[in-house]
């Protein structure tokens, strides 16, 4: 079972404490530590996409503050839902989209883990690089390389369904035991 409560757009600052809110009306906050997760912790496992909408919209200056909003949200998870797993998925290379000839952005970002938590860092910036650099593997075909509402891009920023999908698969690939 997949529960996604991003939308299109979104942005760690202005909407993810709604997004968390969401969350929680579906799988209430724990009353207290000695508690019972909502979910089963040994099952579940949280995705958080670092994504363009958060570091494309922000001044370098303002990446730090992206970065707390984040992991604060990431430790109320794990304090009032008893999560114990995270992958982060670090946001894709800006600057082969159509749009961002001139983008720069940050590839550093700084973790905190404790001992109880299992998380993952996915750069996914090398799955798109492959993507790329061989569109035709992927079912893709080179003019999407560099075309909006194509094969790779949705839009100017954007990727499209088909590379999230690729995205997944490589993720699943990662972090799950071969069957």
Not at 88 to 101: G, K, L
Not at 144 to 168: K, Q, R
Request: proline share 6%.
């Amino acid at each position: 079972m997949v529960y996604n409560f991003a939308f299109p757009g979104a942005t760690a600052e202005d909407d993810l404490e709604d997004e968390l809110a969401q969350f929680y009306k579906m799988f209430p906050k724990k009353a207290s530590p000695k508690e019972s997760p909502p979910l089963d912790s040994t099952k579940i496992t949280y995705f958080v996409f670092l994504g363009i909408n958060d570091w494309g919209r922000s001044a370098s200056d303002e990446l730090d503050s992206v970065a707390e909003t984040v992991l604060d949200v990431v430790h109320d998870l794990y304090v009032k839902a008893g999560a114990r797993n995270f992958v982060f998925i670090y946001v894709p290379t800006v600057n082969c989209s159509p749009q961002a000839a001139d983008s720069a952005s940050s590839d550093e970002v700084r973790l905190n883990s404790a001992k109880e938590a299992t998380m993952f860092l996915l750069l996914s910036q090398q799955m798109l690089a492959a993507v790329l650099e061989d569109p035709l593997e992927f079912d893709s075909s080179d003019d999407d390389v560099t075309t909006e509402g194509g094969g790779i891009w949705a839009d100017d920023l954007h990727l499209t369904s088909d590379v999230h999908d690729i995205y997944a698969e490589q993720i699943l690939t990662s972090i799950l035991p071969p069957r």
